[in-house]
T-cell receptor, first 112, second 108 residues
Framework: DAGVTQSPTHLIKTRGQQVTLRCSPK?????VSWYQQALGQGPQFIFQ???????QRGNFPDRFSGHQFPNYSSELNVNALLLGDSALYLC???????????FGPGTRLLVL | KNEVEQSPQNLTAQEGEFITINCSYS?????LHWLQQHPGGGIVSLFM???GKKKHGRLIATINIQEKHSSLHITASHPRDSAVYIC??????????FGTGTLLAVQP
């Protein structure tokens, strides 16, 4: 079992651009959560997907959107990038409402 | 005030010392997680607790639901334990609220 995988590992963008980050959950997991971790801070919840729908959302603007596919993989899209979007983006998966979340290695995004 | 507070923020210890990291929270929870994050970002789940105490190797985690407090202990600390330790709490919806982490450095 490969565990939770994320791609790409690193990404550099410029202000105003759009970015798509990808996450493949652990085998058997159908719930995917996305978190943003700014440097020196704890992760902040962005949103969670279950059964291809956004189930709940944190305090992030509409520039942050996502999608979950039938195979439970997920994408995080950020439009109109700002310098402040530079962060480590973490994906975590869990089997439905089970609380144990397994984290991926993260995608480090730098916005210049 | 953050919903999850950790202390200390930074901790330096000598190899072999007993280490305690504390976490207090102000919201109702279904479970509390202790996570380890190494430089480079990857997060590893150490414990998930809803009551009592759990032990894994040299790591021990306790939680007091009434006091809304948890502790992570590391016995016989080793330089490879150096990492950021993060406390996170989750409610019925499985959304996690994280503390800001404790940066631990264990010196040989």
């Amino acid at each position: 079992d490969a565990g939770v995988t994320q791609s790409p590992t690193h990404l550099i963008k410029t202000r105003g651009q759009q970015v798509t980050l990808r996450c493949s959950p652990k085998s058997g997991h159908d719930t995917v959560s996305w978190y943003q971790q700014a440097l020196g801070q704890g992760p902040q919840f962005i949103f969670q997907y279950y059964e291809e729908e956004e189930r709940q959302r944190g305090n992030f603007p509409d520039r942050f959107s996502g999608h979950q596919f039938p195979n439970y993989s997920s994408e995080l899209n950020v439009n109109a990038l700002l310098l402040g979007d530079s962060a480590l983006y973490l994906c975590a998966s869990s089997p439905g409402l089970e609380m144990t979340q397994y984290f991926g290695p993260g995608t480090r995004l730098l916005v210049l | 005030k953050n919903e999850v507070e950790q202390s200390p923020q930074n901790l330096t210890a000598q190899e072999g010392e007993f280490i305690t990291i504390n976490c207090s929270y102000s919201v109702g929870i279904s479970a509390l997680h202790w996570l380890q994050q190494h430089p480079g970002g990857g997060i590893v789940s150490l414990f998930m607790l809803s009551s009592g105490k759990k032990k894994h190797g040299r790591l021990i985690a306790t939680i007091n639901i009434q006091e809304k407090h948890s502790s992570l202990h590391i016995t016989a600390s080793h330089p490879r334990d150096s990492a950021v330790y993060i406390c996170a709490v989750g409610g019925a919806t499985n959304k996690l609220i994280f503390g800001t982490g404790t940066l631990l450095a264990v010196q040989p």
